[in-house]
């Protein structure tokens, strides 16, 4: 009854149980990448072509970009033929490479977002030495450590998930190829990649969002020792683009990952993970431009309709 991987196609069950709901879904998938392709684009471009951007923030945040657009890449085309169709199949080679992708791109977000955080602590606590701390080399080094982390994650995670002794019925109960969908697929003993799965959740995941909260926590320290209404906003534009996009980030992780083992529980973290996968790379260049005046200012420049920038 036990079927040892092998190059066989699995199947992405994902929402077929609503018919008449995949079709809405369809539409908003393919509105939410469009959305997340330009938006994307739009700030790696800025972030690159615009010199009054070249600094630590946009850096880090261009590298965001490109990561969500790699990540949407990776299975939205994918989950966009199997809403569209009957037909929910997708390679061993394919789903192979999703998790991959999922894994590598995932865990680097989670870095790079706490050394998102740190940025915005060196910028609100010591803004003096900003510059001298948060150097670009610095900046080169600390995006290099994330990029890396995720790829050493996901080249040790990835093969003992492959390798699972998988049910003969090979339905993924899940949207796209990841570690918790496959464990369940499993028919043998999954103890030790529940233990992988529990360590590097610690790791990538509990460890990063401490290091995130002790950076805001001494921001917030910072602030309320000045006791002053000023430092309060000006702490409050510096900041609030990356809290409101960790928080969002992390909340979604939660709720899919540290759910219940109940069938209401699981079909509930289905829609929270097309949210965590679809919807925060589609809303982050939102986000980090609605309310950033740099950012507006910059788009104008690239479209030549900056008034201030041609007088000068």
């Given amino acids: 009854m036990v079927n040892h991987s092998s190059p066989v196609d699995f199947l992405l069950l994902g929402f077929s149980e609503h018919p008449g709901l995949e079709r809405i879904l369809f539409v908003l998938v393919l509105i939410s990448y469009l959305v997340t392709l330009v938006g994307n684009t739009l700030i790696i471009l800025l972030s690159t072509l615009d010199p009054r951007l070249h600094s630590p923030m946009y850096f880090f945040l261009s590298n ?19 809403l569209w169709g009957p037909n929910k199949t997708i390679s061993f080679l394919g789903c192979s490479v999703q998790l991959f992708i999922f894994l590598f791109l995932g865990t680097t977000e989670c870095i790079l977002l706490t050394v998102m955080a ?9 803004p003096l030495h900003y510059t001298n701390v ?4 610095l900046c080169r080094q600390l995006a290099a450590v994330a990029w890396v982390m995720g790829l050493v994650q996901s080249t040790v995670q990835t093969p003992p998930t492959l390798h699972l002794p ?5 339905q993924i109960d899940d949207f796209v190829c990841e570690v918790p969908s496959l464990i369940q697929l499993a028919c043998g003993d999954t103890s030790y990649n529940e233990i992988q799965l529990a360590v590097s959740s610690v790791i990538f995941l509990v460890m ?48 899919v990952y540290l759910q219940p083992k109940n069938p209401y529980a699981q079909k ?43 007088e000068s």
């Fill in 166 to 170: 998988f049910c003969p019925h090979r």
């Fill in 208 to 255: 990063p969002l401490t290091l995130i909260l002790i950076s805001y926590g001494a921001i917030a320290w910072a602030v309320l020792r000045i006791n002053s209404a000023t430092a309060w906003r000006k702490a409050l534009g510096t900041c609030s683009s990356h809290l409101t996009v960790v928080t969002l980030f992390y909340s979604l992780v939660i709720s």
């Fill in 118 to 126: 740190f940025d915005r602590y060196v910028a609100v606590c010591q």
């Fill in 134 to 137: 948060i150097h670009p080399r």
């Fill in 64 to 82: 965001l970009s490109f990561l969500d657009l790699c990540i949407t890449t990776s299975f939205v085309p994918q989950m966009l033929f199997n």
């Fill in 268 to 310: 509930r973290g289905k829609f929270f993970g097309l949210f965590y996968a679809v919807g925060t790379p589609t809303l982050n260049p939102l986000i980090y431009t609605l309310r950033n005046k740099e950012v507006k200012k910059a788009f104008r420049r690239l479209l030549g309709k900056d008034k201030d920038s041609r």
